[in-house]
Each structure stands twice: as C-alpha cells, then as structure tokens.
C-alpha cells in the first residue's frame, strides 16, 4: 500500500507564509511527478504546484511568484513553500503522486488525506 502523508496547514494572516509538506511511504517502485492541489469549498480540485522527478515544476497561474514546490527524491517528499499568502488561498490542500509500485504495473495517482490551510485576519 502507498500512503501519503501531509502536514504544515494551519492558519495564517494575509501575506503570510506557512509550507506544506508531503511523505510518501509504502511499496513505490518510482514517482512520476509529486504535486499539490486544493479545493475551496464550493468549488472544484484544482492543481496548485507540480514537479517531477527530474525537478521540472509547473504552478497555476494565480499563485506563480509566490508559491515554490521543490522534493527530496531520497525521502519521497514534496514541500510547498506558501508565501505572500492571501485570503483566497483558502482551501483545503491535497498532496498527490503519480508513481509505480513495482516495474509492471502502470503509473497511478495516489492522494493524501487533505490539509486545511486558511488565510484570515
């Protein structure tokens, strides 16, 4: 089985900054890509951050020059670095990897349980 294990969130004042992080376990053969999505309520899962193994990362608009993901292969983690936070990155942030358990079987993405990161004065 492949857990994936977030922690970081909290609560924090607008331009603030908090970071995430992300610890995959279990029987993983190779990861893919690593990333960060969130969800507001009322609204749908949206990619937040990706990067893949060889460190190539790609951020959605909205939070490009504030965000910063980066992984440490050996451990099997992604860290989101959240800076200049604002109220509408309120949401609740889910780590997600794309790997393969073992050499045959074909990439599958795999989620955390989702930690709530609000942003309020």
């Known amino acids: 089985q492949v857990q994936l294990v977030e922690s970081g969130g909290g609560l924090v004042q607008p331009g603030g900054s908090l970071r995430l992080s992300c610890a995959a376990s279990?029987?993983?053969?190779?990861?893919?890509?690593m990333g960060w999505y969130r969800q507001a309520p009322g609204k749908q899962r949206e990619l937040v951050a990706v990067?893949?193994?060889?460190?190539?990362?790609n951020y959605v608009d909205s939070v490009k020059g504030r965000f910063i993901i980066f992984g440490d292969n050996a451990k099997k983690m992604v860290f989101l670095q959240m800076n200049s936070l604002k109220p509408e990155d309120t949401a609740v942030y889910y780590c997600n990897a794309n790997l393969r358990t073992t050499f045959t079987t074909l990439p599958s993405d795999y989620w955390g349980q989702g930690t709530q990161v609000t942003v309020s004065s």
């Open positions: 990067i893949t193994s060889g460190g190539t990362s």
């Open positions: 279990g029987i993983i053969f190779s990861i893919g890509t």
